[in-house]
């Protein structure tokens, strides 16, 4: 069985910073991409970025520049450094991971809240 695991959300002001941490535990041996994506109050979940195994990334527009992610994947671990927070990052944040077990099986965590207050 797999558990994907965030951590690292929390409340912070506009234009400050967050990292969040997710882990993918279990029988995990191959990953390939993992992202992260958000669901604000009133709107559906949205991609905000992804990574695969080899390191491409892919950013939603409006988190470019201000985002980035990162994995370890001796560790089944992606992190997103999130910079210049606004208060329309506000939303719950899920992490994806897309597990090669034959084929691919996504799992997703439970989320983690991220408030940016103005």
């Known amino acids: 069985q797999v558990q994907v695991v965030e951590s690292g959300g929390g409340l912070v002001q506009a234009g400050g910073s967050l990292r969040l941490s997710c882990a993918a535990l279990?029988?995990?041996?191959?990953?390939?991409?993992m992202g992260w994506y958000r669901q604000a109050p009133g709107k559906e979940r949205e991609l905000v970025a992804v990574?695969?195994?080899?390191?491409?990334?892919n950013y939603a527009d409006s988190v470019k520049g201000r985002f980035t992610i990162s994995r370890d994947n001796a560790k089944n671990t992606v992190y997103l450094q999130m910079n210049s927070l606004k208060p329309e990052d506000t939303a719950v944040y899920y992490c994806?991971?897309?597990?090669?077990?034959?084929?691919?099986?996504?799992?997703w965590g439970q989320g983690t809240q991220v408030p940016v207050s103005s």
């Open positions: 994806n991971a897309n597990v090669v077990r034959v084929t691919i099986h996504s799992y």
């Open positions: 279990g029988k995990v041996f191959n990953i390939d991409a």
């Open positions: 990574i695969t195994s080899g390191g491409s990334t």
